[in-house]
């Protein structure tokens, strides 16, 4: 069992994985993200299933 100070590292950690991802997908070039088949509309949701599933 994880210790109260683990678990919330581990999620501020994974809150910080989620930024940078959702970040970076938003300030993609549209004309990449298209290519790649994403909209940097969604870049909340692809971040989210990215880290948490």
């Known amino acids: 069992m994880k210790s109260i100070i ?3 590292r581990e999620a501020a950690a ?3 994985l989620y930024r940078r991802t959702r970040d970076e997908i938003a300030g ?5 993200a298209l290519d790649l088949g994403i909209f940097p509309e ?6 989210r299933k990215a880290v948490w599933g």
């Open 42 to 47: 969604d870049a909340h949701l692809i971040a």
């Open 14 to 16: 994974k809150r910080a």
């Open 6 to 8: 683990a678990q919330l």
């Open 28 to 32: 993609m070039e549209r004309r990449v």
